[in-house]
Antibody, heavy 126, light 107 residues
């Protein structure tokens, strides 16, 4: 069965760095686009970043652009989020999520996020 | 960026009730809308994609409709396990955005 397991969260000081990992299993990881989505304590969901199956196409939310870097290792079935210059407002549970996609000819569309990990908590505080 | 709004922000309902949640996009998104259910301490679960398609394994009491800017999620007969927070999300363009959520609790 499809499994996504995040790791790497923890307590970090403002301005610090952290690298999150997401280990995928139960599906052909290299076929799927992936995402990071976060949820601040008691708040709603915020999409953070998206990466294509090959890693060549990447998008970020404005709130993290220039500070966070998404990457993947298809040989290791793993997704990563390198987070630098962390701020208090980055405190959240971070989820990795698989794209459910629709392919029509040469075009590919995201329909939603069909599998999510359990999340890893990142706390930015002095 | 496309802004998503939801109404109501919360609803109190009883088992067996019909519940409707509305989601509105700040600009047209065709049918590129998904709905999620989230229970406390758990990851969100995809219920509906492309506005009206039921995700595999999701009970048929959940349905979605709409296109363009206005969408609805309907639970035809609320069950005890449906008490949760529901989010809409547009997948029309980056950055993907979520609505603020609608909490469904017990009356």
């Amino acid at each position: 069965q499809v499994q996504l397991v995040e790791s790497g969260g923890g307590l970090v000081k403002p301005g610090g760095s952290l690298r999150l990992s997401c280990a995928a299993s139960g599906f052909t990881f290299s076929d799927y686009y992936m995402n990071w989505i976060r949820q601040a304590p008691g708040k709603g969901l915020e999409w953070v970043s998206h990466i294509s199956s090959s890693g060549t196409t990447i998008y970020y939310a404005d709130s993290v652009k220039g500070r966070f870097t998404i990457s993947r290792d298809n040989a290791e079935n793993s997704l990563y989020l390198q987070m630098n210059s962390l701020r208090a407002e980055d405190t959240a549970v971070y989820y990795c999520a698989r794209d459910r996609d629709y392919i029509w000819g040469n075009y590919r569309y995201t329909e939603g996020f069909d599998y999510w990990g359990q999340g890893t908590l990142v706390t930015v505080s002095s | 960026d496309i802004q998503m709004t939801q109404s109501p922000s919360s609803v109190s309902a009883s088992v067996g009730d019909r519940v409707t949640i509305t989601c509105r996009a700040s600009q047209g998104i065709s049918g590129w809308l998904a709905w999620y259910q989230q229970k406390p301490g758990k990851a969100p679960k995809l219920l509906i994609y492309t506005a009206s398609s039921l995700q595999s394994g999701v009970p048929s009491r959940f349905s979605g409709s709409g296109s363009g800017t206005d969408f609805t999620l309907t639970i035809s007969s609320l069950q005890p396990e449906d008490f949760a927070t529901y989010y809409c999300q547009q997948a029309n363009s980056f950055p993907f955005t979520f609505g603020p959520g609608t909490k469904v609790d017990i009356k």
